[in-house]
């Protein structure tokens, strides 16, 4: 059967995570290290600064082909033909999504309680953030620390792939890969480290292990 979420490594990034450094460039250096997917996440831009922001990285992302999600803001992902979309519970409903943007290509629903595996929002998504897996100071406003043990309860109860997110490096991927995850989501270790290429890499090499 195809494939619909071949993603691996999903990079999340703003400007702000990115240590004063060019986010485009450190976007680039994630991809040549391995980063197959990657979410535009500004939660204080202004919408004409975040579809700024989602053009640029999205010329560049262009060139590799590899696809741009946008954080929250439908009007900005669909000027900036986006790929898709990501959103929580507090955010723009996954079904009035599907509603009013045909050309959304994936649409990602974040998990903070279970009870959500059984609405229509999760059923219409074609992938689930486990959010977050461990606690993170990138993300404070969260509801359930899943920890691995929820990523094998949610894998148990669904058949959609799984993004793991929240605090996730090159010393847990293999753990959090076994528990279930599809997909690895990462801020910090890649936006923050002094090598985003090579900390890319390290996470893609252990991915890639634990999938062997
Ligand atoms: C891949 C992925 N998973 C979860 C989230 C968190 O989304 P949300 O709960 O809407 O919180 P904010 O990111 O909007 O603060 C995510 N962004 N990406
Ligand atoms: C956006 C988001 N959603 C759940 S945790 C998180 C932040 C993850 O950041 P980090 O990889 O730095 O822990
Ligand atoms: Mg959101």
Not at 42 to 60: G, I, S, V
Not at 78 to 85: E, S, T, Y
Not at 113 to 130: H, R, Y
């Amino acid at each position: 059967m195809l494939n619909l979420f071949p993603y691996r490594l999903y990079l999340v990034i703003s400007e702000a995570d990115c240590a004063g450094r060019d986010f485009v460039r450190v976007a680039e250096q994630a991809v040549l290290g391995g980063v197959d997917l990657v979410q535009l996440r500004e939660k204080h831009a202004t919408p004409d600064e975040f579809l700024r922001k989602a053009e640029r990285l999205q010329t560049m992302l262009q060139t590799y082909h590899v696809p741009l999600i946008i954080n929250d803001n439908l009007d900005v992902a669909v000027q900036a033909q986006a790929f898709g979309i990501h959103v929580g519970r507090s955010d723009c409903s996954p079904t009035h999504i599907r509603s009013v943007w045909k050309g959304c290509r994936s649409l990602g629903y974040s998990i903070e309680q279970l009870d959500q595996l059984e609405t229509q929002d999760a059923q219409c998504s074609d992938c689930l953030g486990i959010s977050p897996v461990f606690k993170t100071s990138t993300k404070t406003d969260t509801v359930t620390e899943w920890g691995l043990d929820g990523i094998r309860t949610i894998r148990h109860r669904t058949d959609k792939p799984l993004v793991a997110i929240g605090h996730i490096n090159a010393a847990n991927t293999g753990d959090v890969m076994r528990a279930g995850a599809d997909c690895l989501a990462v801020v910090s270790a890649i936006c923050q480290a002094p090598n985003p290429q090579q900390a890319a890499q390290e996470i893609r090499d252990q991915i890639d292990q634990a999938v062997r």
